[in-house]
């Protein structure tokens, strides 16, 4: 059982060279640290709570920018698709495609992404109870794609609220296929500021560490070096500079829960 | 203040005939109660539970078949995309356009419903609580059409299990657009048997007698002249033979909120 | 089918001479209305939010206004219980023993209540599902008391916020006892002004209206001259001059509902 | 920061020679790992589901068992307390009184508590916002007794459901005093056996490894030798011959914890 892979980076996809600057720093860290980095980062903010909100650089020049971090670190990338037809695009740039958590049971979407080869990441539905993500898997496993990762991002709990259940990694995990917890989003509060999302980014290291007690095969941290003002997700995004500390930290628990 | 209008059909187009019949005695029932009708029938069921789920019909043959209950009865129809590329061709067969729930932050999808100049109907998602409908209505009326309707179609309570909070529709109300209740899928109970939705098919009148009192523009309710045999939606149909015992009760409580 | 019965009065017992004029004023005008109506008000408030809150007149002084009530107008008083040891002493001055919700699952006061004599009106717990209520009533009816009403006052919804499932009226009332819709308490927003409870008070004629027309056997509104300087519940009681519309709105639902 | 104190016991105290053998074998394994022993266990259990289940051994009893175990093994013991008049009595038994979550609210219980001198462990009601236990404190602080401990024990998750929020552990460590997760309660299913509680066994060490991983003072599980056969619990316990290896492996996270 190794140690925790992470999925990191900036929310979206600034610029070829805040990408270059973010990876760079990111693939430094997770070599010192000894774990394995996937490079994350969105070409395209699909569904942002409100339509003034920024949306991206676009999906051509952000595979771009992806697969230039890819070759030039050495290290898998990770982007989310929202349309089927994105999905063969985006596999010849990245290694893992991404499935939004409301697009989770998208039937045509899942089918595409599957049969792009590419490794899978799909986040369960806020509207999804942990065992019905098996259905979700085996529509992409009926592709013969069997790389699949499933996250847990949190659950709708009331309004504008979401809530983890820790139960649900290792009720995932019985798919067979590896869990990731995604730390920023679970910290999300939908809709919380009218027209952009809020968040609590001081928990997301406190419900990181839950998760990997619990047992995970990745975490998922979306982090900028200046949240505060990053174009989407500033509210949840953990400063770069504080990653080292949460990850030490969650790396000392993952020797535990692996032990 | 009129009388609410109905918004039924069956949950899939199963045939041109099955179309033909269904719309024909909706039509009949709905002239006669004095109401108005919208048919309503989807060409693809994109989001089913599980992949052994019937899809349905297709695109092009469904929306031919929507576009001969049209001009046939006189009535105008709806039906729901998925995809950004359907919203124009779809818009030439049918009146509304209906933004399925798990999509109703999709950006894209709301604008190119919008720009199609049909109507729009958009249910509130699960993980949405009602006033950040107002975000999701402003998308679409960012096309200049505002021509828009709001549909509650319940929220997420716990696993596998849909609530409607009735203060929702007030709440939806203000902005301005006209306010729907889906009775059927309300009491849909989401993967509750495993690779399908359950459904609580005896409380769908109940929760739109609420629904009526409280005050709405339209009542959405799919029916199928024998629900236990359909391909979808069948446990939480309404059987045709029922409507109109329904209708009637429910519209004595529309007469009265709206006396 | 008759009409609904009232349950009404201020939340808190505040002084004989506002008891006489608040069940006199509502005494006149259900019976103008053609409506029975049960006077509630409370001699102690036993779970406020925090210690600062006012608790109310106490046991002995309360129930002697009630008693009071009782006698000069002719009708029937309900207060609510704390302890088992209560009942007894309660019952002799009022005609209904009110559970509270957070109480409901509490054996020894439901028995004593049940032994008392005096009709039970159980809250349903903000904890509990709807069909769990089969439970609660049976250790009432166990004492041979079958005198039991069944009240929903909204459940947990995430934090600081309830919602009323609709479908709990029509499923409480498969025990065969009459169901209660308690509009005000269903507003509370408990918590949420930090050291008390919020509340809507907007929303209680709407979820009311929504409640009849599902069917019900008596509707609970609390009500004050001057709700805003009301030593508890000012947020959700409905001001007294307002009683008058809003019920005969909800005659008129009623009527259809049990027509 | 010292390890986590275990409090722990057989959730009913079943007889004298029960306890003895409970008490003993708890407090050789809690010696043995160097970790504080808590005892804990009822006299009567106030709020079963129906009517028909064990309530208990009554309070004189079951007082002189839990002051014996105290006395024999030199370990401070727990029980729970149901009405005010309870609170001086219990306290002369034993060291630390506990709160029922759903009377978490009860002002009279809260401060008979408070006054009885004894410590006070409030259990967060299921309906509670975990800020909202600020103000249940200050009641028993009121009383000058500030030897107060704060236990989550999950939240009411639509119905027959509860869910922990991990946030709940730093968010009423706030209020300085000593936070205590209790894992078996956590995994209850309330009322899902119609006439019982489920429960999840499987899931107790799992949250219990995830909330010592957030950081907390104390842990709670219940535990017996045949949970099977207990008269109450039984779905959520722990058996004693797993004891060993849960808190050995909680102690490792622990450790991490406050290292």
Request: proline share 5%; net charge neutral; glycine share 10%.
């Given at each position: 059982?190794?140690p925790?892979?992470?999925?990191s980076?900036p929310?979206?996809?600034?610029?070829?060279?805040h990408?270059?600057?973010?990876?760079g720093?990111?693939h430094?860290?997770?070599?010192?640290?000894?774990?394995?980095?996937?490079?994350?980062?969105?070409?395209?903010k699909?569904?942002?709570t409100?339509?003034g909100?920024?949306?991206?650089?676009g999906?051509?020049a952000?595979?771009?920018?992806?697969?230039?971090v890819?070759?030039k670190?050495?290290?898998p990338?990770?982007t989310?698709?929202h349309a089927a037809?994105?999905?063969r695009?985006?596999?010849?740039?990245?290694?893992?495609?991404?499935?939004?958590a409301?697009?989770?049971?998208q039937?045509?979407l899942?089918?595409a992404?599957?049969?792009?080869?590419a490794?899978?990441?799909v986040?369960?539905?806020q509207?999804?109870?942990?065992?019905d993500?098996a259905?979700?898997a085996?529509?992409?496993?009926?592709?013969?794609?069997?790389?699949?990762?499933?996250?847990?991002?949190?659950?709708?709990?009331?309004?504008n609220?979401?809530?983890?259940?820790?139960?649900?990694l290792p009720?995932?995990a019985?798919t067979?296929?590896?869990?990731?917890?995604?730390?920023?989003?679970?910290v999300?509060?939908p809709?919380?500021?009218?027209?952009?999302?809020?968040?609590?980014?001081?928990?997301?290291?406190?419900?990181?560490?839950?998760?990997?007690a619990?047992?995970?095969?990745?975490v998922?941290?979306?982090?900028h070096?200046?949240?505060?003002?990053?174009?989407?997700?500033?509210?949840?995004?953990?400063?770069?500079?504080d990653?080292?500390?949460v990850?030490?930290?969650l790396?000392?628990f993952?020797r535990?829960?692996k032990?």
């Amino acid at each position: 059982d190794r140690p925790f892979t992470l999925i990191s980076g900036p929310c979206q996809i600034e610029s070829a060279s805040h990408a270059d600057e973010m990876a760079g720093a990111l693939h430094e860290l997770c070599s010192r640290l000894g774990i394995g980095l996937i490079y994350k980062s969105s070409f395209d903010k699909a569904n942002r709570t409100s339509l003034g909100a920024a949306r991206g650089i676009g999906m051509q020049a952000g595979l771009q920018i992806l697969s230039d971090v890819r070759r030039k670190f050495g290290i898998p990338v990770l982007t989310d698709v929202h349309a089927a037809e994105q999905c063969r695009i985006a596999a010849e740039a990245v290694d893992v495609l991404q499935i939004p958590a409301f697009l989770c049971r998208q039937t045509d979407l899942l089918l595409a992404a599957g049969e792009s080869g590419a490794a899978v990441n799909v986040k369960k539905g806020q509207f999804l109870a942990p065992w019905d993500m098996a259905n979700v898997a085996a529509k992409i496993a009926s592709t013969g794609n069997t790389r699949i990762l499933l996250t847990e991002r949190g659950t709708s709990f009331g309004y504008n609220t979401l809530v983890n259940d820790m139960r649900a990694l290792p009720i995932m995990a019985q798919t067979g296929y590896p869990v990731v917890f995604d730390a920023t989003h679970s910290v999300q509060q939908p809709g919380a500021l009218g027209g952009a999302s809020g968040g609590q980014r001081e928990f997301a290291p406190v419900l990181a560490r839950a998760a990997v007690a619990v047992g995970v095969a990745a975490v998922f941290i979306e982090t900028h070096q200046d949240p505060d003002h990053a174009p989407s997700d500033g509210p949840t995004m953990i400063p770069f500079r504080d990653m080292q500390a949460v990850l030490e930290r969650l790396l000392a628990f993952d020797r535990i829960a692996k032990g």
